[in-house]
């Protein structure tokens, strides 16, 4: 294993004193280990944060910012934060008109920010908590009971975000970031294992010829083993998966992400958005918004997933609007 790093036990701590240094415009409290937005708490503003295991990145800390989430609870790498920390995040940010809370579907992240909401409910602030669960591979996982939280993730917290930035009540917030995980489907397909920096090698085991079909974000098993095939089937695999699930057709708009999980090059996923675009354009689905490149990895794994959301002119206004944080960026 070659990484850039130190120790492996000080590697979470460490990215974050990189990314104080590198942004400014955050508060990183080392001692809680969460990443706030440095202006938060701001009066009457309903307050986003979203967490799980380190390893995602920029997920979730790279989304902190105006128009986005106003704070992030990173945890150990694959592991969920812990209450106390979901507590001090949500403390933070807290204005008085409440606090969401954005939860990827995994046991470790439900739990802990489910006790971390009633521990704040005690002290008086008012939690309301998104749940999401877009991914279409596997119905229930290694982690999860249920459908696993993956790519959908960025697009609730961009549409919710830009909501509460907006000053809507915390319950316009919570239901835009529950219809937006409704309106998503996400499948994954990795190439080759992650390696954590506490492991020293891959998770697993997948031959030169063999891809994972539906993996999970942490290396979990998907729907089955297969031979690598061509870019245009996989997407084909991918899409059919998403169809069958949440089907989309004609005269539907979408917001499309296609996601590198960490290892995969630009030229690469550019090559497999263009099947995407030509077969959701036979289709009749027209493509209004769309991203490509690496939103939520899977530390060094090579392989990508397909997110599409059906989007209508809400979510598409909140989508649009200004956008300001370390790993997105548009409007003014």
Known sequence: MKKLINAPEDVVREALAGVAAAHPELRVDLVNQIVVRAEAPRAGKVGLISGGGSGHEPLHGGFVGVGMLDAACPGEIFTSPVPDQILAATKAVESGAGVVHIVKNYTGDVLNFQMAAELATDDGVRVETVLVDDDVAVENSTWTAGRRGTTATLIVEKVAGAAAEEGQAIEAVAELGRRVNENSASFAVALTACTTPAAGKPGFDLPEDEMEVGVGIHGEPGRRREKLVSAKDIVQICLDAIQTAKPIGAGDRAIVIVNGLGGT??????????????????????????????????????????????????????????????????GG
């Open 265 to 330: 090059p630009l030229i690469e996923l550019y090559l497999v958005f263009g099947e995407v675009a030509a077969a959701l354009r036979t289709a009749g689905v027209e493509i209004a918004r769309s991203l490509v490149g690496n939103y939520v990895t899977s530390l060094d794994m090579a392989g990508m997933s397909v997110t599409v959301c059906r989007a209508d002119d809400d979510i598409i206004r909140l989508w649009d609007a200004p956008v300001r944080t370390p790993a997105l960026r548009w």
